[in-house]
């Protein structure tokens, strides 16, 4: 059991919709990687990606099992409307909103943050190599 986790997470497409990718970043509290996971999604907007990167790290963060977790984003929508400061209009992204609160029920504390793209540079990797694989 690993107390406290942090995890970046990015999603994005290519033409918006598009070919689209998902990936996320598990560090513990000191920074050192524990686990890297990304994901080809198909046709996707990059909201959607968002949300698909935020549920592949969660999913990540049960296997480890973490109890913790503090996500970093660099879409500020998102981290907005997981935080619940933003209201999830689009029905595609409440469905994965759902899935993704049922899933945190299972962790002690979960929050939501937005950084700077630059802050965000693994994932972003991540999820641009996942797009030119396929």
Excluded at 88 to 97: E, I, M, N, P, T
């Amino acid at each position: 059991m690993i107390e406290r986790v942090k995890i970046y997470t990015d999603g994005g497409a290519r033409g918006n919709p598009g070919p689209a990718a998902c990936g996320a970043v598990i560090k513990n509290p000191a920074g050192r990687v524990l686990k890297k996971v990304s994901r080809f999604l198909g046709h996707a907007t990059n909201n959607q990606a968002e949300y698909e990167g935020v549920l592949l790290g969660l999913k990540a963060a049960k296997e480890l099992p973490a109890l913790t977790v503090d996500f970093f984003l660099d879409s500020e929508l998102i981290a907005n409307q997981l935080s619940r400061n933003f209201k999830v209009k689009d029905l595609a992204l409440q469905s994965l909103f759902v899935k993704i609160w049922n899933l945190s029920l299972g962790f002690k504390k979960i929050k939501y943050h937005h950084i700077p793209r630059e802050e965000n540079k693994e994932a972003d990797w991540l999820v641009n190599q996942e797009l030119d694989r396929h």
